[in-house]
């Protein structure tokens, strides 16, 4: 019998002893370690490729700073237009060689892993794409850097997920850990880190992934900080909305926001479709398109690199009207030909640099025609340089805290969330997707259709067929199930055929059954991993 003063704690002590168990029975503790010794690691690999990237530039530049535009007017020509080329050659000579797929890797493809399976991404060829991306970057072609540096943070993530014998739902967490660190580092942008890696790569916030998720954040933006300094990458003036008479502006530039993100997807799938038309050997693609590039960059060098120093002058309302519309123009032409060429880049950073320059040239307009109405054109570029990003990733939320934490412009939270969910919104309504969701539907993995659309795709019948101690010959005619079968094709068959019962055999030989499959264990596959997805999402 207790007495008074034990009951209470009694009472405490059966509600923290169960969930206590459980927490330490998931392997939390071992989780959030992993989270900050990968968020360590990808800091450190996010700071290197930015040093990288500058070394690759020092030569034909003479000069690792990010003001790419200026160096290049002061370069001779042949430098500007043989750079770019020079690099895509040694790009399509690793390509060639070390690169399964001829294609440097990305954001989709760490997406793609969360939906397939972490086994998506294999170390070496992960850091073979980081060193791509850093001698295209560094040579000029027209591309972002935050895309490689999330794929290198997901294939850092991935190789501790191994070390560490994490699998299932613990093992997504470090990739999205991997993920926020490397946004984090790039950015300068640990809250942004923090919420692109829930929105974007693992389509949920639940409790238990944001402890490790906010620890590998934080472990990335604090190395980043030491090392390049605690500035925010664009210094603009305190800009502020002059009256709410201009929050229609505000919804007309969402709209001209959504059709400059359309159209720059468009240009990029077309260019991507152009090129597969192109007979050409794989170790020569980059070096044309470098000089393609090139070319382009003679009459408009901020096409070059990564565009932050152009961004930063139209954040600034620092560029004359044309100009702006010009190198929207040029812009695209020059992303799109860089990333058709198997280049190694992203699209984050230019949908920035894009998105500055439409609200540049809208403030313009804008401050002309009714200028006691209209704040600055600054202003105005740092909500379109918020929603054509926000618009063509995806990634709404995250998109606008990292345009505030990248500016450092809180003051303007309601005019900026407007008027990138104005863009997002058309932009859906347009192409029905985010970009990284149409390059994954192009390789045949579509994500439009929720989980149970992932399972059906993902999970094989060798995943839940029952063997059987003898080989047994199959019947001719018979209807059958291989082991690499989907689940969607197994059920499939199931309902076609009318049976409860198939003989599975091995894609290499079809006539020999090496065991069963029943619709019951298809079923219950499929539920318990609809099951699964809900519990990690909502745990």
């Known amino acids: ?49 930015r040093l990288g990237i500058g070394l690759v530039q020092l030569p034909w530049l003479g000069s690792t700073s990010e003001r790419v535009a200026s160096l290049a007017r002061d370069t001779p020509w042949p430098f500007v237009l043989l750079a770019p080329a020079a690099g895509g050659l040694i790009v399509g000579l690793i390509l060639t060689f070390f690169i399964r797929g001829g294609r440097p890797f990305a954001i989709a493809d ?58 299932g739902a613990p093992e997504r967490t470090l990739l999205a850990c991997g993920v926020a660190s490397a946004v984090s580092a790039s950015f300068n942008a640990p809250v942004a880190g923090v919420l692109f890696a829930h929105e974007v790569i693992l389509g949920h916030y639940a409790l238990s992934a944001f402890v490790p998720v906010v620890i590998a954040a934080v472990a990335g933006g604090i190395l980043s900080r030491l090392w390049f300094g605690e500035a925010a990458a664009f210094v603009i003036p305190d800009y502020h909305i002059v009256s709410y008479w201009e929050v229609p502006a505000f919804a007309l530039l969402g709209v001209i926001c959504a059709a400059v993100a359309v159209l720059f997807q468009f240009a990029l799938m077309a260019g991507d479709d152009l090129a597969r038309r192109v007979t050409l050997p794989l170790w020569l693609r980059p070096a044309i398109g470098g000089l393609a590039v090139g070319a ?17 002058l139209a954040l600034k309302g620092a560029l ?10 040029a812009k695209i032409v020059a ?54 990003a926000g618009a063509v990733l995806g990634a709404p939320i995250s998109t606008t805290i990292i345009v505030f934490e990248l500016t450092g412009g809180y003051a303007l939270t309601m005019a900026l969330l407007f008027t990138v969910s104005i863009a997002t919104g058309l932009n859906v309504a347009l192409t029905g997707r985010s970009f990284f969701a149409w390059q994954l539907e192009r390789r045949g993995l579509g994500l439009t259709g929720g989980p149970h659309r992932t399972l059906l795709r993902t999970i094989r019948v060798a995943h839940f067929f029952d063997h059987t101690e003898t080989e047994e010959a199959v019947e001719p005619g018979a209807v059958v199930l291989r082991t690499d079968d989907t689940l969607e094709i197994a059920l499939r068959r199931f309902d076609e055929s009318g049976a409860d019962q198939l003989p599975v055999v091995e894609p290499t030989d079809t006539n020999v059954a090496i065991g069963t499959a029943t619709q019951l264990a298809a079923l219950r596959v499929f539920n318990q991993g609809l099951v699964d997805r809900s519990a990690e999402a909502h745990r």
């Open 1 to 49: 019998m207790l007495d008074p003063i034990q009951r209470p704690f009694a009472a405490i002590s059966r509600v923290i002893a169960p969930n206590l168990a459980a927490f330490l029975a998931s392997r939390q503790p071992l989780l959030w370690l992993a989270a900050l010794l990968t968020g360590i690691a990808v800091g450190v690999g996010a700071i290197l490729f």
């Open 110 to 167: 760490v997406i793609e892993a969360r939906e397939l399976g972490p086994q998506r991404i294999d170390a070496k060829e992960g850091l073979w794409s980081a060193v791509v991306s850093t001698i295209s970057l560094g040579s000029g072609a027209s591309a972002g850097r935050e895309g490689p540096v999330v794929h290198l943070g997901g294939t850092i993530a991935v190789a501790a997920a191994r070390l560490l014998r994490l699998a």
């Open 296 to 312: 382009i960059a003679l009459a408009f060098p901020d096409v070059l690199g990564v565009g932050y120093e152009t961004t930063d």
């Open 320 to 329: 004359p009207l044309a100009l702006l519309v010009a190198l929207i123009a």
């Open 335 to 388: 992303t799109a030909i860089t990333l058709a060429s198997r280049f190694g880049g992203g699209v984050f950073s230019p949908t920035l640099y894009l998105g500055a320059l439409t609200g540049g040239a809208f403030g313009i307009v804008a401050t002309g025609l009714l200028p006691d109405l209209s704040s600055s054109v600054g202003l105005y570029a740092i909500l379109g340089m918020g929603a054509v």
